[in-house]
């Protein structure tokens, strides 16, 4: 899906309160590390995650509007000229109502600004993305604001609570909780519009691929203070290098024939190795954050961009692949030509 008249105005993010690194997280699993034989130091050598964030007492709402209002700040578009809300996180305040509602009140959106709710694992804030564009694109809305609040703490806080208190674990089934530990947080925001005016780059297009037999390799659930999830994290990053892949072509032919910068999804070393290696494009110089962060869910892909547009690591002209990949499973890569 190409689009013509689609911008990206302004980014923003929001860092967490607390960074806990990988070697303060084990030495909160002592019991289950020692008694399972683990080595201390495993989960940084493997992931190349040196820590990762969380917020204390921030709801995903809080975390989304405090991004949202940073992103508008470095906006020309008020908030009263924002005609659509999308909430794109996997966390979420409640079932019932929208999270997006709260977000919407908190930046005192107006009435006629639509808001709701898009959740697809990782991919939230690419679709929220492709939404949006899809409604500038055919004159339908002028402006939208996309969000994302992503927590790891209740996550984090009971897997350690989990993993410490079964007894029953061993070395082969504490495996599939092993991905839990790399998640963090942060709050994104994007601006996207049809005036290319202020806009500091052009959103070209978006390419999807599934593969919904793998539904089964990564599973969470719970409650908004309490939650879990289980990974099959060797069969997922087969899955989903494969279904990259296969997407990656269609990308190149539709969407940037060129790149010059590509953010991956931020799950760690081993993927983006095998990522980079697998479409070939090693040569191209690709962002990281997953060894502050760690992966941030919906997050990941858009904090990437921000932090580099932040850093003036991407220059006029230039072309970004935004290569995310969400449990699932799904593939969302989008291109981005800065302006």
């Known amino acids: ?12 993010y929001h860092r967490p309160d607390v960074f806990l690194s990988s070697e303060e997280l084990e030495k909160k699993l002592s019991p289950v590390y020692e ?38 700040s470095q906006s020309k578009i008020s908030k009263e000229n924002i005609d659509l809300l999308i ?26 600004c639509s808001s709701f709710d898009l959740s697809n694992a990782c991919l939230g804030f690419l679709d929220a993305m492709k939404v949006a564009a899809a409604q500038i694109d055919s004159g339908l809305i002028n402006n939208a604001l996309i969000v994302t609040g992503e927590n790891s703490r209740p996550l984090i806080e009971k897997t350690i609570e989990f993993l410490n208190g079964n007894k029953g674990l061993t070395r082969k089934s504490i495996k599939k909780y092993f991905a839990n530990l790399t998640i963090g947080s942060a709050g994104v925001a994007f601006v996207m519009t049809s005036n290319p005016e202020n806009a500091i780059g052009r959103f070209v297009g978006v390419e999807n691929l599934s593969d919904t037999s793998a539904s089964e390799l990564c599973q969470g659930d719970g409650n908004t203070n309490e939650l879990m999830m ?7 990053l087969k899955a989903g290098i494969d279904l990259a892949k296969n997407c990656f072509q269609k990308f190149k032919d539709n969407i940037l024939s060129d790149i010059d910068h590509v953010v991956g999804h931020q799950v760690g070393v081993a993927h983006r190795n095998l990522l980079m290696k ?22 990941a892909c858009p904090l990437t961009m921000a932090l580099a547009f932040e850093n003036n690591q991407i220059k006029s002209g230039e072309k970004v692949a935004m290569l995310g990949i969400g449990s699932g499973l799904h593939t969302n890569m989008a291109g981005v030509q800065w302006l």
């Not at 899906?1 to 923003?12: L, R, T």
């Not at 809080?62 to 940073?70: H, L, N, R, V």
């Not at 909430?87 to 006629?112: I, M, Y």
């Not at 697998?278 to 997050?299: K, M, P, Q």
Request: aromatic share 8%; proline share 3%.
């Open 1 to 12: 899906m190409k689009f013509k008249n689609v911008y990206i105005e302004s980014m923003a």
């Open 35 to 72: 008694r399972l034989r683990l080595p201390f130091g495993r989960l940084e050598l493997s992931t190349g995650i040196k820590s990762r964030g969380y917020f204390e007492n921030l709801r995903p709402s809080g975390i989304s509007i405090a991004a949202g209002k940073k992103a508008l």
């Open 230 to 236: 289980e990974t099959d994290s060797e069969e997922l």
């Open 87 to 112: 909430h794109s996180s996997v966390c979420r305040d409640f079932l019932e109502p929208s999270t997006a509602s709260v977000v919407h009140a908190g930046l005192e959106l107006k009435s006629g």
């Open 278 to 299: 697998t479409l070939e494009i090693e040569s191209i110089r690709d962002h990281v954050c997953y060894d502050r962060f760690g992966n941030t869910g919906s997050a």
